[in-house]
């Protein structure tokens, strides 16, 4: 298992990441079930699509940063990036912005997500990922932004088509939303990005040369094998989340 240390220089070096799914209620039981299925580097909760409670997601951080994992969330809607900080101090070590398509979005999450000087996250992670271990300010903030990783997930047109802009503002991670792109593709077209492999290619065509990375969500191994060969590297494996039960 590798943790939070290595993590982000892991993605940006291109090896091969692969988080799981949990929900925000998960025990710690129901996480260590859910790590014994995989070579998993992080787990990731949602509040988007999913019931969602602060003291829940503290526990769930809690457990999991105990086992030296990382927890990435994907917050309710777009247009709460100013509250990204505050989500942070309840455990997360990476974010994600669902439907990000402005690139207003993009440089507001990158404030919110990173401390002084390079951001303007405020100061007061009392249940922060690791700030037992550096209670520091300068030092956890230093090491914060350093270590997090904040993702944009792009799930229209114009999200795909700004890809390379959104890394050069800050992004770490552009993460795939291929139904909601479903709809805005069946809503143009006429545009030259005619299938979702097209988009995925434009995009990781994009990122050549930055250090920001497309993740994917899959939810079968021949999915994934699929992806990995058309150059993608980093997974986010939803398909025990939505198997049907046993």
Not at 37 to 45: L, Q, T
Not at 58 to 69: E, F, W
Not at 163 to 173: F, K, R, S
Request: some cysteine.
């Amino acid at each position: 298992m590798h943790g939070l240390e290595t993590l982000k220089q892991r993605i940006q070096s291109g090896e091969k990441v692969v988080g799981c799914s949990v929900r925000t209620w998960s025990t710690a039981s129901d996480i260590e079930e859910a790590l014994a299925r995989g070579d998993y580097s992080f787990i990731a909760v949602d509040a988007q699509h999913s019931p969602f409670d602060e003291h829940q997601l503290v526990k769930v951080c809690q457990i999991a940063n105990g086992m030296g994992v990382p927890v990435q969330l994907r917050i309710k809607h777009t247009r709460l990036t100013y509250l990204i900080g505050n989500m942070l101090d309840l455990g997360p070590s990476m974010i994600e912005v669902p439907q990000t398509e402005k690139l207003e979005t993009v440089q507001e999450a990158v404030d919110y997500f990173n401390y002084p000087p390079r951001g303007r996250r405020s100061w007061g992670p009392s249940c922060g990922a690791e700030i037992n271990k550096r209670p520091d300010r300068l030092e956890y903030a230093q090491w914060w932004n350093d270590h997090a990783v904040l993702w944009m997930q792009l799930e229209t047109l114009l999200g795909v088509t700004r890809a390379a802009q959104m890394a050069a503002i800050g992004a770490d991670v552009l993460s795939w939303g291929p139904n909601d792109l479903a709809f805005d593709r069946e809503a143009n077209p006429d545009h030259k990005l005619k299938t979702d492999d097209d988009c995925i290619h434009h995009v990781l065509q994009q990122l050549q040369g930055t250090k920001t990375k497309l993740c994917l969500r899959t939810y079968s191994q021949e999915q994934m094998d699929r992806y990995s060969e058309m150059g993608a590297s980093m997974f986010l494996d939803e398909q025990h989340l939505f198997a049907a039960p046993s």
